[in-house]
T-cell receptor, first 109, second 115 residues
Framework: GIQVEQSPPDLILQEGANSTLRCNFS?????LQWFHQNPWGQLINLFY???GTKQNGRLSATTVATERYSLLYISSSQTTDSGVYFC???????????FGTGTRLTIIP | GAVVSQHPSWVICKSGTSVKIECRSL??????MFWYRQFPKQSLMLMAT?????????EQGVEKDKFLINHASLTLSTLTVTSAHPEDSSFYIC???????????FGPGTRLTVL
């Protein structure tokens, strides 16, 4: 199956800093999603981004499908951005998601 | 937006007992739902695909006789952990597919602790 690796595994930043999270995947995918898992475990979808660039407020994401990676940018970090960020991919003709290893982000006031 | 609920949100049980977890799509019908398991500080691992009106499809290494899945209606899938043991303690998350376009929505999760 598809392997999905994320880096860095842990990231600690001061409030106001910018960050870049990376997701590498081992094969062509139909879709790629970025999620934020809050401290209570709820998964919140941030982006559907199989290719190209999207922006939503302080967050943006870029997927380069030909090179099999995606980046999530968080600007002007806030303490509420803390949590675990996952990317997840699904293959063609298959809605099953394979989740990445996750990046645990901690924003310090 | 689409809402998926899970019940209970947390449960503590004794070793050897069975626990049923419900996953409901509240404002849409879902022919396909998924069950995931997440151990502490780890990623989500897909356990099985729940299909309305047919048998669930289990991922490799997941015991179908231990994790019973029933998708009896278009809005409800249940996961029953039979004869639970401490190693079954985990965070169980379901998701449901809403079509047009196909979008996967996640429930809030159920934390199971087996003593």
């Amino acid at each position: 199956g598809i392997q999905v690796e994320q880096s860095p595994p842990d990231l600690i930043l001061q409030e106001g800093a910018n960050s870049t999270l990376r997701c590498n995947f081992s094969d062509s995918v139909n879709n790629l999603q970025w999620f934020h898992q809050n401290p209570w475990g709820q998964l919140i979808n941030l982006f559907y981004i199989p290719s190209g660039t999207k922006q939503n407020g302080r967050l943006s994401a870029t997927t380069v499908a030909t090179e099999r990676y995606s980046l999530l940018y968080i600007s002007s970090s806030q303490t509420t951005d803390s949590g675990v960020y996952f990317c997840a991919v699904d293959g063609f003709g298959n809605e099953k998601l394979t989740f990445g290893t996750g990046t645990r982000l901690t924003i310090i006031p | 937006g689409a809402v998926v609920s899970q019940h209970p949100s947390w449960v503590i049980c004794k070793s050897g007992t069975s626990v049923k977890i419900e996953c409901r799509s509240l404002d849409f019908q879902a022919t396909t739902m998924f069950w995931y398991r997440q151990f502490p500080k780890q990623s989500l691992m897909l356990m099985a695909t729940s299909n309305e009106g047919s048998k669930a499809t289990y991922e490799q290494g997941v015991e179908k006789d231990k994790f019973l899945i029933n998708h009896a209606s278009l809005t409800l899938s249940t996961l029953t952990v039979t004869s639970a043991h401490p190693e079954d303690s985990s965070f169980y998350i379901c998701s449901a597919i809403r079509t047009g376009p196909d979008t996967q929505y996640f429930g809030p999760g159920t934390r199971l602790t087996v003593l």
